[in-house]
């Protein structure tokens, strides 16, 4: 099942952040709570958390991209249940 990994909003005002540097490469393994991306926002450099777990298939954004709250950055494959 693929599963998109959506920025997070990891500030009460945040709106957009920008991808600084992914922490994982396609094909690496992912389990929830792995730090994934850091990105920067307005008032920090924050890195975001992973949601779910599975294999990271395809990355959206590449680093320098400015993305919206919400936008999918990249792809999860997690095993089917």
């Known amino acids: 099942m693929r599963i ?14 920008t991808v600084l540097e992914w922490m994982k ?3 690496d ?3 929830k709570g ?9 008032k920090a450099n ?6 779910d777990g ?5 990355i959206v954004q590449e ?3 400015e993305v919206a ?3 999918i950055i990249g792809y999860l494959e997690a095993p089917d249940a």
Not at 4 to 17: C, N, P
Not at 34 to 42: A, K, Q
Not at 54 to 58: A, P
């Open 4 to 17: 998109a990994i959506e920025m997070q909003q990891l500030g009460v005002e945040m709106e957009t952040a």
């Open 25 to 27: 490469a396609v094909g």
């Open 29 to 31: 393994e992912i389990a």
């Open 34 to 42: 792995d730090l994934i991306v850091e990105v920067e926002t307005e």
């Open 46 to 51: 924050v890195e975001m958390e992973a949601l």
């Open 54 to 58: 599975g294999t990271l298939v395809e």
């Open 63 to 65: 680093a320098g991209i």
């Open 69 to 71: 709250v919400g936008d």
